[in-house]
């Protein structure tokens, strides 16, 4: 299945007293509508709308500093915006209290840019962290001190889809830099996740590297149906394996649109003006399609 | 500075008074002072006849010491070799019992003194309750746990000692408890701040995964400080065994005791044999406490 991109909806949906009805266990649904954030007082996001909906693949490109991880922080409540709305499934994440706030990270994986994994721990550790989430403090304890066999199975069966099966009881800071990427991605994924954020997966690794991991968590997406958003500075990369692109230049939407043979052109064009740096003007209005 | 100004050169300095040379020659000056208000220290380095005689059978002792005891000893004293042996042995029990108590106060401490668990960076919500919490109640704990610290900190391990000598006689519990308070605050000084400059990446990626604050603390942030905590303990350790000989001065039964009691008598050989069993102590301690570390690192 081959999710279609859709014109940017203005309407906001998750504000209808129905909306949650429509959410997909196991598809994570996103919804930004004209969300804005600053940090002491240097903006990096501004009047973000954006939807997404349960299963779409989609790739944020744009020049670094563009706002792109930014913009993944709000999707999954890491970052409060300090104007507009964010809404998980339907739901808008400023009306949650923390515990619901944590309830929804635990549901989405996020693959950080520096990995953020614990070096000194094992692989299997670094991977059943991925559980805190769901465990209280005591449950947190047990598994990552005595997992069960069911736990490590488990992260024995992520890690042999991620590739790096014989890795379970190895330290985590003697694996090769792709080999630990393929480990926080097993974190994530040992979450359960309905939704996969990674930002920018190919910056550490060489080139054929970045293309394999990218392969392959379109290929996991695809197959359990999670929701799947990667920021990606190559924008070759991101136009061969995602449908649906979403351009970010100094904190704004410049476009968001389809990847298909009809739009090819205009995306083109429009991708062009992205890194180009008198490009500002030509694509200034947001939603262009 | 220096390097700079030879861009925009302002020409020779009338009276070159740098601020850096003003503060070198306030410190000069200060220990000028300091040396003359200690009336001469260095004259009375020079030892009379007798004090000249002490050091050189002190010193000359060092190269035999003593096989045997250099007095008769009463009828069942243990071999002197057995006694040093037993006296090393009880100093590193006294050491290991301080350490104990210390590791446990520091980690206890050395949790409350970091802001890591309220400070809105890590554990910090948006609710009410939590901005209140991370507003006056973390903030509160922390200044509490930080001045016990520096109380416990501030007070020697040997004044503690006295102190508890004072109080409840020659007891085991008070040398334990005078190596565990001033310890217990040192380490957990240093535990937080190990813990408060150790990278944030795995615990922020924790958190954003769902994890509780404490959850956060304890497998995010505390294990990329872990195999610091660990060597700085050993560290600690191999002093704690210094402090317990030492503690032997005040009557309890470690080296120091021993060594006490053959430098009244005079038997400088003796001494050093009990010297030689405290250094032999510290290296086989610093040999096992590298083996570990070699462990935890590579």
């Known amino acids: 299945m081959k999710p279609s991109a859709r014109p940017l909806s203005t309407s906001v949906s998750c504000a209808d007293h129905d909306a949650w009805k429509r959410a997909r266990p196991g598809s994570a649904a996103f919804e930004l509508h004209g969300a804005g954030v600053v940090f002491s007082g240097r903006t990096a996001l501004t009047e973000a709308s954006l939807v997404v909906d349960p299963g779409e693949a989609l790739a944020l490109v744009g020049p670094s500093g563009a706002g792109k991880t930014t913009l993944l922080r709000l999707l999954n409540a890491s970052q409060v915006p300090t104007s507009g709305t964010v809404c998980v499934d339907y739901r808008r994440l400023d009306l949650l209290p923390p515990k619901g706030l944590r309830a929804v990270r635990a549901r989405i994986g996020f693959v950080h840019q520096d990995l953020a994994l614990v070096p000194n721990y094992r692989v299997l550790q670094n991977v059943i962290a991925g559980s805190l989430g769901r465990l209280g403090f005591a449950g947190g304890v047990r598994a990552m001190l005595f997992p069960t066999r069911v736990e490590i199975e488990r992260a024995a069966v992520i890690l042999e889809r991620v590739g790096i099966a014989a890795k379970l009881y190895q330290r985590t800071d003697s694996l090769s830099g792709g080999e630990r990427q393929r480990v926080a991605l097993a974190r994530a994924l040992y979450q359960e996740p309905s939704a996969l954020l990674l930002d920018e997966p190919v910056s550490s690794v060489d080139p054929a590297r970045a293309r394999d991991m990218v392969e392959l968590v379109t290929a996991i997406s695809r197959e359990r149906g999670i929701t799947l958003v990667v920021s990606i500075h190559d924008i070759g990369l991101a136009r061969d394996h995602f449908p649906r692109l979403v351009g970010l230049r100094a904190g704004r939407i410049v476009f968001d649109g389809p990847i298909d043979s009809a739009t090819a052109t205009i995306a083109t064009s429009d991708l062009s003006a992205l890194y180009s740096l008198e490009g500002l003007a030509r694509v200034e209005p947001a939603h262009a399609h | 500075m220096s390097s700079l100004r030879t861009h925009t050169d302002p020409g020779p300095r009338p009276f070159p008074v740098t601020p850096r040379l003003a503060v ?29 005689r002490v050091v050189r059978a ?112 020659l007891n085991t519990t008070g040398a334990v408890a005078a190596i565990a308070i001033p310890y217990g605050g040192t380490l957990a000084k240093i535990f937080s701040e190990m813990i408060e400059e150790s990278p944030r990446d795995a615990a922020h990626a924790l958190r954003a995964a769902g994890a509780g604050p404490l959850q956060v603390f304890v497998f995010g942030l505390v294990p990329r400080a872990g195999p610091d905590l660990a060597a700085y303990s050993f560290y600690r350790f191999e002093c704690a065994v210094r402090s317990a000989a030492v503690l032997g001065f005040f009557g309890f039964p470690t080296l120091g005791y021993a060594i006490a009691q053959s430098f009244e008598n005079l038997h400088y050989a003796e001494v050093w044999t009990y010297l030689y069993a405290l250094i032999l102590l510290v290296v086989l301690l610093e040999l096992w406490s590298g083996a570990l570390r070699r462990r935890f690192v590579a």
């Open chain 2, 24 to 52: 070198a020659l306030s410190i000069g000056i200060a220990a000028v002072i300091a040396w003359l208000a200690l009336d001469a220290p260095l004259a009375k380095l020079v030892p009379g006849e007798g004090g000249l």
């Open chain 2, 58 to 169: 002190f010193f000359a002792a060092a190269l035999h010491p003593a096989l045997e005891y250099e007095s008769p000893v009463p009828e069942g004293t243990p071999h002197i070799l057995a006694q040093a042996l037993a006296a090393a042995r009880r100093t590193v029990v006294f050491a290991a019992a301080g350490m104990s108590v210390a590791i446990l106060l520091g980690i206890v401490l050395g949790f409350f003194s970091t802001t890591a668990w309220w400070s809105g960076d890590l554990a910090g919500g948006t609710s009410p309750l939590r901005r209140a919490y991370a507003r006056s109640l973390g903030p509160t704990i922390w200044t509490a746990a930080r001045a016990s610290i520096v109380v416990m900190r501030s007070v020697h391990e040997l004044l503690w000692a006295v102190l508890f000598l004072a109080a409840f006689g």
